[in-house]
């Protein structure tokens, strides 16, 4: 497939919104200033940029840990997202949801999950409704190796394929269950390899390579709303931060040689090489990019260190959704 | 107009009503397409609506929450069934760490109007995996709303109230219950979720129960009141939220209550009534507050065993006589 300079420069920037995001929210977190976990998604961009590039606003995404990429990527904006990782009331989930929860509904996001594996069977239900709505929207899944040992996955996975429907299972492979190497946690080498015990086609495609990941979206999600069913992309891909955190505590569970071997294949910067190369776009456009984003993300800082925590009298708002704000009883 | 049909009909025709009303509710659930469910609780809707709107799902429980979730913060209206009761122990992430917790944790934006409908209750020789009363665990978390009928009229006002509830709520059937014959309006009508009703009323008792344990409650006044003792019944119908005004207010006028219930004793929720009582009427009590339920064992197969393991009219009659039998102050 031939993608347009627009398109091309439209998932550079989903990607370096992601990794700014990202890098910010690490700064903070060393810095204190946000309470919680964070799972960060930098060395991933690609995955989420070049999936979510073949998605309107309308189709769903579910996410995992690791989800503020998925978010960005999405069409997330940074204040309300930096807002909630500071756990404020400006935030998308009102301080209530924080990095393992945050979501915005409005663009289809259906929250980061807590729960390995929690996901996929949520987009499965997303998935349905859009087909018995008829309404030609997709919901993908996005998922980790270690959750494909998880029996949400395979349930969803196979009810999918059993009752046809528009999901895209994308499994982001960064080769680690949090600390444990895939290769103590299952006999298999490739994730697609489950694909065929579902009945759906499963393609590898570089996690590194936002173009080839948006390639294998865009035939995934044709092929889901001519109502043959799922696909299964499985995304080789790394991240370049610990399981949660910035630095590895120094624990050691995979080598510096490593990270440094797949930090030379940065989603990102191999992109921009590629441009350049290909005459497509100039260093200095890419630039331009980085500068107005870090004005972006600084401004988001701001808004949500200036934004007020949640008022006690909000303990107990939205535990339940009040009988007039609906048809209910 | 009303005419007599059973508990399990009254069921179905809830659910009938509200998918000829509302053309987002559609169920899900094993066997209960062409089949209509091992209770026949969704006879014929398969045929009347169709294979779209009602449909079979894997024996994956999951993944069938899982899909209610979905489809409910997407915009439909879902009803899923968990065969047994026992069967929600499966399910549990999706139950409660997705279902119950998106509205919340998502700052208020996520809106869940899921129904799960789900057989409980003992005395059939199901033995320990398809008899329990699991209530308390799931009136345990925030978000959810539980519902355990135990006539005709009410499981079809309590069932229409489910479906157009904006909570996820679970539908407990007895399953002794199923062909118990009652007077039930042919018009839709909802009972308002969290309301007692007052099956009988009394002066010198007050025994509290739900499910099949409120008729066994009422057949054991009958008989008591040939003795000149004169029990009220109260049947809460919603277990979350639980009416407490009405049991604190009989109570206050019997001085004596007895709880009530199938589920185990210890940490079930008679404990909390128990609790709420002393809490609101301790100064009316002429007697501990009693509790009647089942010894913490699993549920025995043997019909000899599980006689008495379940509490029954005779066991409550019992505990009626010791109690009015205590001093008074």
Request: charged share 20%; aromatic share 6%; with cysteine.
């Amino acid at each position: 497939m031939e993608f347009s300079t627009e398109v091309l420069m439209d998932m550079h920037r989903r990607m370096v919104r992601i990794r700014l995001f990202e890098e910010a929210a690490g700064q903070l977190a060393e810095a204190a200033k946000l309470p919680g976990f964070l799972h960060l998604y930098v060395g991933q961009e690609a995955v989420a940029s070049g999936v979510c590039a073949a998605l309107t606003d309308d189709d769903q995404i579910t996410s995992t840990h690791r989800g503020h990429g998925h978010l960005v990527a999405k069409g997330g904006e940074f204040r309300p997202m930096m807002a909630e990782l500071m756990a404020k009331s400006t935030g998308y989930n009102k301080g209530k949801g924080g990095s393992m929860h945050i979501s915005n509904l409005d663009v289809g996001m259906l929250g980061a999950n807590g729960i390995v594996g929690a996901g996929a069977p949520i987009a499965v239900g997303a998935g349905f409704g859009n087909k018995l709505k008829g309404n030609g929207n997709v919901a993908a899944a996005f998922f980790g190796d270690g959750s494909t040992n998880i029996g949400a996955f395979h349930e969803a996975a196979n009810m999918a394929c059993a009752l046809k429907l528009p999901v895209l299972f994308i499994c982001e492979n960064n080769e680690y269950g949090e600390f444990t190497p895939r290769d103590k946690t299952m006999a298999i080498t490739d994730i697609v390899d489950r694909a065929a015990g579902y009945g759906m086609p499963g393609v590898i495609v570089d996690g590194m390579d936002v173009v080839a990941i948006h390639e294998a979206t865009i035939e995934a999600k044709e092929r889901a709303l001519r109502g043959e069913g799922p696909s299964l992309i499985e995304a080789k891909t790394y991240r370049f931060y610990n399981h949660h955190g910035v630095q590895n505590l120094g624990l050691k569970y995979r080598t510096d040689d490593e990270v440094a071997e797949w930090k030379e294949r940065d989603p990102i910067f191999t992109f921009e090489d590629r441009m350049v190369e290909a005459g497509t776009a100039t260093q200095d456009d890419f630039e331009q990019v980085w500068a107005d984003l870090r004005a972006d993300i600084a401004d988001a800082i701001q808004f949500a260190e200036d934004s007020p925590s949640p008022e006690p009298d909000q303990l107990l708002v939205d535990v339940y959704t009040l009988s007039e704000e609906g048809a209910a009883s | 107009m009303s005419r007599k049909i059973s508990y399990v009909q009254a069921f179905n025709e809830a659910v009938r009503q509200e998918m000829a009303a509302d053309d987002t509710v559609f169920c899900a659930g094993e066997d209960i397409g062409a089949f209509g469910g091992v209770f026949q609780s969704y006879a014929g809707l398969q045929k009347e609506f169709g294979e779209e709107r009602v449909v079979d799902t894997p024996i994956s429980e999951q993944a069938i929450i899982g899909l209610g979730v979905g489809a409910a913060a997407t915009g439909l209206r879902p009803i899923v069934d968990i065969m047994f009761m026992d069967f929600i122990c499966v399910a549990f992430d999706q139950i409660v760490n997705q279902a119950a917790k998106m509205k919340y944790m998502f700052g208020g934006s996520a809106t869940v109007p899921l129904t799960i409908t789900t057989g409980g209750g003992g005395g059939l020789s199901a033995a320990a995996q398809h008899s329990q009363s699991l209530e308390a665990l799931i009136c345990h978390i925030p978000g959810l709303k539980v519902v355990m009928p135990s006539n005709p009229y009410d499981m079809k006002g309590l069932m229409t109230a489910c479906i157009r509830e904006n909570n996820p709520t679970i539908m407990v059937k007895h399953k002794r219950l199923l062909g118990m014959q009652g007077e039930v309006p042919e018009e839709p009508y909802m009972i308002p979720l969290g309301r007692a009703a007052t099956l009988r009323e009394g002066a010198d008792v007050t025994v509290v129960g739900w499910g099949r344990m409120a008729n066994e409650a009422v057949d054991a006044a009958e008989k008591l009141a040939g003795d000149g003792i004169d029990v009220e019944v109260i049947d809460p119908r919603t277990l979350q939220p639980l009416d407490t005004a009405t049991i604190i207010e009989s109570v206050r006028k019997t001085n004596r209550v007895i709880v009530v219930h199938e589920a185990v004793r210890f940490g079930g929720l008679g404990a909390e009534v128990a609790a709420q009582i002393q809490e609101e009427a301790f100064d009316y009590l002429d007697a501990p507050v009693g509790r009647l339920a089942a010894p913490f064992s699993p549920v025995p197969f043997s019909p000899a065993l599980e006689a008495h393991y379940l509490p029954s009219a005779n066991a409550i009659e019992q505990a009626v006589r010791d109690i009015v039998a205590r001093p008074g102050a």
